[in-house]
């Protein structure tokens, strides 16, 4: 069983930073990402980081500009994400896939074992 906390949302201007947090407990060392969605909207990968903690990945709209890292000694999952833009705009989720690699996860929401409750970001221009 893994328990997901995210922290860290709140609103920010175009060209801001903020850095997203998700307290984990439970088994730990598993595939680890972050998600986003808008209403309306199906919810899209945005990172994935494999408990080696050494394999990241991306998607295209927020590669450059984002990081996600894990600290395994406080069990928790960061995103930083800096040049915010209007799009990156959404409920951010952490999620955790049982599986030490991430595989797929990224294009593939359904393979996600656990979520949390999500936090808001808002960027406005």
């Known amino acids: 069983e893994v328990h997901l906390v995210e922290s860290g949302g709140g609103s920010v201007q175009v060209g801001g930073s903020l850095r997203l947090s998700c307290a984990a407990s439970?088994?730990?060392?598993?595939?680890m990402a972050w998600f986003r969605q808008n209403p309306g909207k199906e919810r899209e990968g945005v990172a994935t980081?494999?408990?080696?903690?050494?394999?990241?990945n991306y998607a295209d709209s927020v590669k450059g500009r984002f990081t996600i890292s894990k600290d395994i000694a406080k069990t928790t999952l960061y995103l930083q994400m800096n040049s915010l833009k209007p799009e990156d705009s959404g409920t951010y989720y952490c999620?955790?896939?049982?599986?030490?690699?991430?595989?797929?996860?990224?294009?593939?929401?359904?393979?996600?074992?656990?979520w949390g409750q999500g936090t808001q970001v808002t960027v406005s221009s």
């Open positions: 980081i494999d408990s080696s903690l050494i394999d990241t």
């Open positions: 439970g088994y730990i060392y598993y595939c």
């Open positions: 999620a955790a896939r049982t599986s030490r690699s991430c595989g797929d996860v990224l294009t593939d929401p359904g393979k996600v074992g656990y």
